[in-house]
Every structure is written in structure tokens, then in C-alpha cells.
């Protein structure tokens, strides 16, 4: 399968890009990975590394930057975003994976890739490592505001990503608020929570923050602000726990260590953020993704192409609206 | 000083709160604790302390408990909840501190204590523990949808309790977005921005999630979802970080250093949450407050009452009113 790399995403780019593609495509045989950017810069970094068949290069002049309009890759035809997402709609690519600015992956994704049958928003959804494996969050971004349907989209399609794409037969799906009652939380949660309830989802209710890290579901649906507070809280937290800890982690000597187990934490580890119900792949990394980040991106892509996953969201979506499930 | 303290709120009542009331005033010599509760209870519990003058005790039968309404111990006058906050009516109390059904000391603090002139809708804070220093957020619970008008309220008020509690000259404001621009977030978000940029109070900007920890400001506000969602979730952390560490910290025999290091996260140790913006001091633990907890709210009532918080409160409310500051 080939999967579209935006090679100017992250702070280093095109280095850490082009160290994660050659590390992806070592790692697993099926995966050709198209780095999409300025074509010198990018064959410079790429002569780094043992030549690799299976690692190309599209050109794309422009780039967007983080200070960018979500709208610019829109408007700019040879940024790398639109050339890389333009490769997956003529079926030169499966999957599109960029550690660029979020907004203009996102609204890009959504015009050139559409959203899928039945998904009004499409969400931004991203794994929170937790004590027992993960829980995926949406929406963490693309949507400040959303009405009950959405929030009901947001778990439908999160339960067919973690069914795919970690394996869950049937994924436990909470709604993030403020108690466990049902008439808990604003008058948009109190109708979600009927909806869920009379849903075919797996659904277990409603689930406070201080349920996720201890797993109380396999995704949490919340809107787009919510969660994208969770994440950048949660994101800071490693880090500040080892700040807290440096002086006894330094005086026994176990500063890395505690660090290296930490880095579990990162989600970044973890594959970066899917969007999910849009009719294609498209994963969005965080700007500063090392490579080993941007490997796991790829093969969160990989994944996703591999299991069928926009196909089995489409017809899930289906049933749904025809009342077969 | 007087400090009402309702025996009868945690897990463990009255032990927690007896053994806690016995270190505050062996603490503060100012401090006499008066427990409102279950008399015969109270007093048995008390009798495994040396006697201590400045400890009394007030008779109230009733106990609310956390599945009872939130307006249940205004409806039930023998409540200790209800008795404990006369108290501070009547001007037997100086403050009220209740680990109790969070909902029901709120909702009878506001009643029985009623707003101070100017707040339409008393939040609940409570610091975070943070790089360098606490960062209160305001609001946590008690305001699930706010108006901008509301969220200035917040700041202000809480900003006068970090100048009054904490020492802060001036106390550094942040709003919680989702991005640091003006123009982010719900149109709520964006209306409170240009409130408190064209307002007295030193505000430094939208914060986001990963901030707080950074101690990018002294106050955070939000509304009382979002501030719920982000506590409750923080409270999961500094046990989440020990299990996940639990192998490392076990061969190194550094469990219980990192234990007490971590503690450190534990909001409850700093005082747990006040209730800011009511005619009086009304302070709210932790359900599983340790006595170590209830001590520290206790301390948080009594530097309340020192410092004069309500007048000052009070006063600001009226100088901001009539456009003299």
C-alpha cells in the first residue's frame, strides 16, 4: 500500500519525516511511503539513509505553517498538504499522514477526502495510554460545539476505529461529564446520553476525568473543546512528573529510565490523531514528532487501510440509518 | 476565630474530620473548631485525643449523603451541612468547611450565605499544584454553562483570593481555550476575552490545556464543566504515575519517596475548594479527605477569615460596579 507522507509537518521537517518513512517501510514490507514536500530538500535528507525502493518523492513547493488559516492548504494547490491528500483522491495513495498544522490538515481532509454518508463533522480522535491499554478521545479538536447527533456520530465511529484498528470486539463507549447520572451535565449531554442509551452501542454510560486514565472505556465522546483540553493537559503531564520527581530520580540514578516509561504516556507514541468518517485515511501527527512519531502514524495509516476501516464505517453508517442495526 | 467544621462529610466520618479539627488547632492557636454533627458519635471519636478546649462540638442528627439532591440539606434543617452554616449566619462561625456531598454544601452555602453584590452565580475553586507555584481554577463544578459576564466574575474573584490566600501581587489571569488567538474558541470564550482584556485585572491571554501545569497563569477560569472534567482528571494522575512506575519504583525501593513526592499533586493537601463570591466562607473537601486534608481546609478557612477575604471581595465587586478601578 502507499501512503502520502507530508514531509514539511513538523518542526524538523523534512528530517524527522524522512527518518520515520525509511523506519516504517523497514519495518513492515507492504508499506511504500510517498514523501510529499520540496523535492531538493527532502532527496538531500533521504541520501541520510541506505537507498530505499520503496520510500518516493512528490514534489510540493509550498508550505503551510502553524500561523496558517485552517483554509490555506485549500487555497494553496502545491502545498504539500493538498498535493499529499490530492494523491489519495486519484488513488495514487491510501492514506495521508502530516505532522502539519491540525486546522489545515483538518478542514483540507474534510473538502478533498469528504465526509462519509451520515457524518455531519467529521471528529479528531486520538488514544489516551491508560493502566489497562488505551482509550480513544473525540472529538480533540475539530469541533468546539456539538449537538447530541454528533456526539452519537463521534462514538459510532470511534468504536469501528477501535474495533479495527486495536482489535475490541465490542468497545465500551462513555460519554466525558460531570457525574455519572443521566440528567448530569448541559441539556446537549443529557439528550446524547438518551441517544447513546437507546443506541446499539456498547454504551456505559457517562464517565467523569477521573475514569480515563483508569479505563473505564474503550472511547469517551466528548466535543472538540473538551477534549482538546484534555489532551494538551494530558500531553503536559509526563513531563511535569519528571520534573517533580528529578531530584530523587537523579540522586538513584533512574532519571532515564522513568523518562523511558513515561514516554508510554506520549500519545504521539501511539500513532498521532485519525480523522475519523471521512472517505479516506487521514492522520494528523503532532508538529514536533520525532520520527519515531512519525513511524507510528504510518503505521496507524497502515493499519487503518489494511482493516477496511473507511469501507466498514461506511456500511456501519449505513445500517444505522436504515434502522438495521 | 470560629471554624463550623461539618463532622459528618467523609467516607470515614467523623474520624477523618475529629483527628483533622484536633491538628488544625494544635496547629493555629487562633483556631477553635467547632464540630457540627452527630453528637454522640463525635464525642466518642474525639475521646481518643487528649481534651482539647478548642474543640466543641454542635448536635446535628441528620446526615446527607452523596446520592441525596443537592437541595437536600437546605430541606433538612438538622443537617450537619444545614446547622454548620447557621452557624456563620448567626455569627457563631466564622466559616463553614464540609467534606460532604459537593452539590448540597454549594448549593446551601449560596442560599444560606446568599451572593455578594455583583456575583450572579458563585464559582468553586481549587489550585492546582503546578511547576512553580498553584494555579486556581475557577470554576469547577458549579456553573456547568457560564456567560462571559460570569466568566470575568470568576477572575475577579479569583483573583482576590489568590492575592488574599497565596500573596500574589497581581495575580496573573488566563482563559482556558483551545488556543492562545482571541478570536478561538465558543463565542462565549471569545465575548469573556475582550471582557477581560478591557478590564482591571491582569489578564495574560487565552490559556490552554497544557499551561496550566507549565503555571502559565495564577488563575485560570473556565466554566464548571470544563474545570470539572480537567480536576477530576488531574486528581487521577499522581496514582496513575505510580502504578505505571510501580516496577521501576519497587526494584529501587523508591516507592513510598515517590508516593510522598506525588502527594504533592494532591489538591485536597492544599485546602481543598472554596466556595468564592458568597457573603461568608464556605470551604469544600474531598468525600475521601484524610485528616491531613480536612487540616488543610481548615487552614484555608482560617486564612480566609484573617485576611478578610468577603470584605475585600466586597469591596473590589463595588469599585469594579461603580467603574472605579
Known amino acids: ?60 513547493p509550498d508550505r503551510i505553517m502553524a500561523s496558517d488559516t485552517p483554509t490555506s492548504a485549500l487555497r494553496r494547490p502545491r502545498s504539500s498538504i493538498n498535493v499529499g491528500l490530492r494523491l489519495q ?11 502539519g498544522s491540525t486546522g489545515a490538515v483538518m478542514a483540507a481532509s474534510v473538502v478533498l477526502l469528504r465526509p462519509l454518508r451520515g457524518v455531519d463533522r ?88 477521573g475514569d480515563i486514565l483508569r479505563h473505564a472505556c474503550d472511547v469517551a465522546v466528548c466535543d472538540g473543546f473538551t477534549g482538546n483540553i484534555l489532551l494538551k493537559f494530558y500531553e503536559s503531564v509526563a513531563a511535569f512528573v519528571v520534573r517533580k520527581l528529578a531530584p530523587d530520580l537523579r540522586r538513584n540514578g ?27 485515511v487521514s492522520v494528523i501527527c503532532h508538529g514536533r514528532s520525532s520520527p519515531r512519531a512519525i513511524q507510528a502514524g504510518i503505521g496507524v495509516a497502515a493499519r487503518a487501510v489494511r482493516s477496511g476501516l473507511v469501507a466498514h464505517m461506511a456500511r456501519d453508517l449505513a445500517a444505522a440509518r436504515e434502522g438495521r442495526l
Open 122 to 209: 467529521p471528529p479528531v480522535a486520538t488514544v489516551f495510554p491508560t493502566d489497562h491499554g488505551l482509550t480513544l478521545v473525540a472529538d480533540i479538536g475539530a469541533n468546539i460545539e456539538c449537538k447530541p447527533r454528533q456526539l452519537v456520530e463521534f462514538a459510532r465511529l470511534g468504536a469501528i476505529y477501535m474495533q479495527d484498528l486495536q482489535g475490541i470486539e465490542r468497545p465500551r463507549v462513555g460519554l466525558l461529564n460531570v457525574g455519572t447520572e443521566s440528567e448530569k451535565g448541559t441539556e446537549v449531554l443529557q439528550e446524547a446520553y438518551r441517544l447513546l442509551a437507546g443506541s446499539d452501542l456498547n454504551f456505559v454510560g457517562n464517565v467523569e476525568g
Open 1 to 60: 500500500m502507499r501512503i502520502a507522507l507530508d514531509a514539511m509537518g513538523t518542526d524538523e521537517a523534512p528530517a524527522s519525516e524522512v527518518a520515520g518513512a525509511v523506519a516504517a517501510v523497514e519495518a513492515d514490507p507492504d508499506v511504500h511511503v510517498v514523501l510529499v514536500g520540496d523535492e531538493r530538500r527532502v532527496s538531500a535528507a533521504l541520501k541520510r539513509f541506505p537507498r530505499q525502493n520503496r520510500v518516493t518523492v512528490v514534489h510540493a
Open 89 to 99: 483522491k486519484t488513488g495514487e495513495a491510501d492514506a495521508f499522514v502530516s505532522a
Open 254 to 280: 533512574l532519571r532515564e529510565e522513568i523518562q523511558d516509561r513515561l514516554r508510554d504516556l506520549d500519545y504521539a507514541e501511539h500513532g498521532g490523531a485519525p480523522l475519523l468518517g471521512v472517505n479516506g
